[in-house]
């Protein structure tokens, strides 16, 4: 009787570890596409990402970048102070979108140009996000408009 309760117990903490590793797997499944990374424009010249990877570009709109092509594409770049990055987006952009201002795009860095399918502008006069605040700290041209 002693073996029959040892053998039940050891089948069901196999049991529990099994749909544990197979909860986790099926978690991790299901977010693979939903976690984007953030790199500034020097980060992407110095480490190009595979055209199968979706990340974030952010920075600033270069001045005197902003081609408006025939229909809803846009061309671009956005920069960081120590690289440019060449950007191609089809739709309509943020009503705060303009040149000079604080810019996250999401998409794929194909051929040396960002496609991105994604364009958020900064909140409001004072808003940046906070990757692209540290990513132009690092390249030392960030001025904190607070003071």
Known sequence: M????????????VLAFVALA???????????DGINFFRAPAQVMAEPP???????????VAEGSVIR??????RFAVTDGGA???????GILPDLFAENEGV?????????VFQAHEILAKHD????PKEVIDALKEQGIYQDPNG
Do not use: C, H, N, W
């Not at 197979?22 to 693979?32: F, I, K, P």
């Not at 595979?50 to 600033?60: I, M, N, S």
């Open 2 to 13: 002693k073996g029959l309760k040892k053998q039940r117990r050891i089948q069901i903490i």
């Open 22 to 32: 197979l909860s986790t797997a099926l978690m991790g499944y299901a977010m693979r």
């Open 50 to 60: 595979g055209p199968d990877e979706v990340f974030r570009l952010g920075g600033l």
């Open 69 to 74: 092509g025939e229909g809803e594409t846009v």
């Open 84 to 90: 440019t990055i060449p950007v191609t987006f089809t």
């Open 104 to 112: 996250v795009g999401t998409g794929r860095y194909i051929d040396g």
């Open 125 to 128: 006069e004072t808003y940046m």
